[in-house]
């Protein structure tokens, strides 16, 4: 039975995947360097992404580091301007809320967390949100999803994953834990073989969860 579930934020809760993509394309083709979304997902499995293609073109970690400034601005742009909901989300976390604990662990920067839940009620339903700042290693290393447990207090049995990326998926895999993959057009071509369940949307999670109480 499970009693705790534990969300990816970006492409699970909030469709910002692809803003990100775009804040990184947009910043390197201001340097002449256009990004291939297809190899920047590939990267993005392995938990590098915007900056890889830049560093094996000869692009020097000093101009990188400026760009990456660039885009983390271009990316706050779109937060603050951009339609990013997912339809149903609130409907469907509001209803969970009255069968298990949840909280959000999530790779996203506080600040730009804190941008996107300014004016939103998703947090609302949640217990507590764990953000980059709060482990020493991302996805898909498994301790985003540790920590996550350790915080509940939970059980690897008694508590699922709900993700929309292979890397979320591994460190999921990685911490023990059954994982739900929701189907994002973004990442829809990414390998989610080891995926417990698949949904097409966020509002199966209800569905799922009852048959499990």
Known sequence: MKKFVLFDHDGVLVDTEPWYFKAGQRALADIGFTLDREQYLRDMTRGAATWNQARA???DDRTIARQRA????????????EAIEIEGVLDTLAELSRQVRMAIVTTAKRADFEIIHEKRKITSSMEFVLTLEDYEFSKP????????LKRFGATRDETLVV???????????????????VDNAFT??????????????????????????
Do not use: M, N, W
């Not at 829809?188 to 109480?213: C, V």
């Open 57 to 59: 073109a000869g692009i």
């Open 70 to 81: 660039v885009r983390d601005a271009y990316y706050r742009e779109y937060l603050s301007t």
């Open 141 to 148: 290393h498994p301790e985003p999803y540790l920590t996550g």
């Open 163 to 181: 993700e929309d990326s292979e890397r979320g998926l591994t460190s999921a895999l990685a911490a023990g834990i059954d994982c739900a993959v």
């Open 188 to 213: 829809r071509s990414q390998d989610f073989s080891g995926a417990r369940y698949r949904l097409a949307t966020l509002s199966e999670l209800k569905d799922l969860i009852l048959a499990a109480t």
